[in-house]
């Protein structure tokens, strides 16, 4: 599979997953994931995605799922992790600027990374 189409199924996952969860917890905020008594975050859901998929990705696996699934787990990730670190962690927190702006700083970043690593190998 080509460069180009690895991007695509990477990065199209991701911003699918960003935005269709940002959207979701925002029309409805007090959705959560409770196991056992426990708040399951989706940043840990995501966390679980990513390192089952990493495995996949040492061994040159660079398939349509395999991609998907990292997109999705690292859109997971980065949605979360300024608002937990840096809120109460409440449902109404993940509504607040800074979750808004933590969630598109971290795929900023990762988006320059990428576009960088990109770009060097094309040089």
């Known amino acids: 599979m080509d460069v180009k189409k690895r991007l695509w199924y990477f990065w199209g996952s991701f911003f699918t997953v960003l935005i269709g969860f940002r959207l979701f917890l925002s029309l409805s905020p007090f959705t959560n994931l409770n196991v056992g008594g426990y708040n399951i975050h989706h ?8 390192l089952g998929t990493i495995p996949f990705l040492i061994f040159g696996r660079f398939n349509a799922l395999t991609l998907s699934l990292t997109g ?25 600027p800074i979750s808004w702006w933590g969630a598109g700083i971290f795929s900023l970043l990762l988006l320059i990374i990428t576009g960088g690593v990109y770009y060097h190998d094309q040089c």
Do not use: P
């Open 43 to 50: 940043l840990f859901i995501g966390a679980v995605l990513m």
């Open 72 to 96: 999705i787990g690292s859109a997971l990730v980065a949605d979360e992790l300024f608002f937990l670190i840096l809120t109460d962690g409440s449902d109404l927190s993940y509504l607040s």
